[in-house]
């Protein structure tokens, strides 16, 4: 019965209650950074901007402007040395049907691209210019931009090319073909440039005796007065103004003989 006891004496025995786990403590949150307040910006100052007064471009003060007979000579022998021999060689094309003109043609080429391009980038004017004893300066006084000289020069070819494009238009002739709108586009476009430049002289440069070009770029044709200390080329050059200064005091002596007359 030992046995026996002992194991009712152990039912009897109080178990030992199971200890309940402890619960996992929940982590704190971050608390989030408080932002931080915008710097604030200052006011931008308003710029001011300051109106740039455009040049007058008026006709510079220390030059004396070239007279009527002046600029007449300067046209007419810019006109024979750059057109007289294309004009005379063509013209034989036309209308004699003259042979083989390749050289003629060449050296009709070769002087308007002399007297346009080469002579002027070389010594600052062109053989009108020499002659005539006048030069174009820019109204700050020195001289214009070179492109100044090229476009003077364009009325003419353009001229040229405008009655080329209207001849070949067909207009005037019977054929069935009618008249090409091409070659009368192309023919107004040329013209376009020897009638505005006519126009414009004759009613907004009127003051000055200003071309177009001459507006736009702020050139004035003045009397040229030489140094006396050309040397080479360009006193071979300066000595075509002594025939041509002679001539246009002759001009201008009848000139002012005849108003002389007609005042009386």
């Not at 007419?76 to 004009?87: D, E, K, T």
């Not at 002399?114 to 070389?122: C, E, H, T």
Request: charged share 25%; aromatic share 10%; glycine share 10%.
């Amino acid at each position: 019965m030992g046995l026996l006891d002992k194991a009712g004496e152990i039912d009897k025995k109080p178990t030992a209650k199971a200890v309940p786990k402890a619960k996992a403590v929940p982590k704190a949150k971050a608390v989030p950074k408080a932002k931080a307040a915008p710097k604030a910006k200052s006011p931008r100052q308003a710029r001011v901007r300051v109106k740039r007064e455009r040049p007058t471009r008026d006709f510079p003060s220390e030059f004396v402007a070239a007279g009527k007979t002046n600029r007449a000579a300067a046209w007419i022998v810019n006109f024979a040395w750059n057109w007289g021999i294309l004009i005379a060689v063509m013209s034989l094309l036309i209308f004699t049907g003259t042979g083989d003109m390749t050289w003629p043609l060449i050296a009709g080429l070769l002087l308007p691209l002399s007297n346009v391009l080469f002579i002027p980038a070389k010594f600052g004017r062109n053989i009108g210019e020499f002659v005539s004893r006048t030069k174009y300066v820019s109204w700050k006084g020195g001289k214009p931009i070179f492109l100044h000289g090229i476009m003077t020069n364009i009325n003419t070819p353009m001229l040229f090319l405008g009655l080329g494009f209207l001849a070949i238009s067909g207009i005037g002739n019977s054929s069935s073909d009618g008249v090409d709108a091409q070659m009368i586009t192309l023919c107004l476009i040329c013209l376009a440039f020897p009638i505005s430049e006519y126009i414009f002289k004759r009613v907004v440069g009127r003051e000055n005796n200003q071309g177009m070009w001459d507006k736009m770029f702020g050139a004035y044709l003045v009397h040229h007065v030489p140094t006396g200390k050309e040397t080479g080329w360009l006193a071979r050059l300066e000595s075509l103004g002594e025939f041509g200064a002679k001539r246009i005091a002759k001009i201008d002596e009848k000139r002012s003989a005849a108003d002389a007359d007609d005042d009386s």
